[in-house]
């Protein structure tokens, strides 16, 4: 009869057992989160397409306000002399 100490069938067993139960684990932990950091991943994608909506829609309201005040402000300077122009 063999000695279960020195049987290198039995050394690994709890090892095994460890990794195997880790696997189970880790692979349910990370079937568990994937929709949790799928949800994350959409929202960020769907906030900076709403940014750069709001930037886009912001900048065309400026640009067509800019647009419709296409009157200059300015003073008139006389050069020079008035009565030498007439």
Avoid: C
């Avoid at 069938?9 to 932990?29: D, K, Q």
């Amino acid at each position: 009869m063999q000695n279960p100490i020195n049987n290198p069938l039995n050394s690994g067993r709890p090892t095994l057992y460890i990794f195997l139960a880790g696997l189970v684990i880790g692979i349910f932990i990370g079937w568990s989160m994937h929709g949790v950091i799928g949800l994350l991943f959409r929202v960020v994608i769907f906030a900076i397409a709403v940014i750069l909506i709001v930037l886009a829609v912001n900048f065309w309201q400026k640009t067509r306000l800019e647009s419709k005040d296409s009157t200059i402000e300015a003073t008139w300077r006389e050069t020079g002399d008035p009565k030498s122009r007439r």
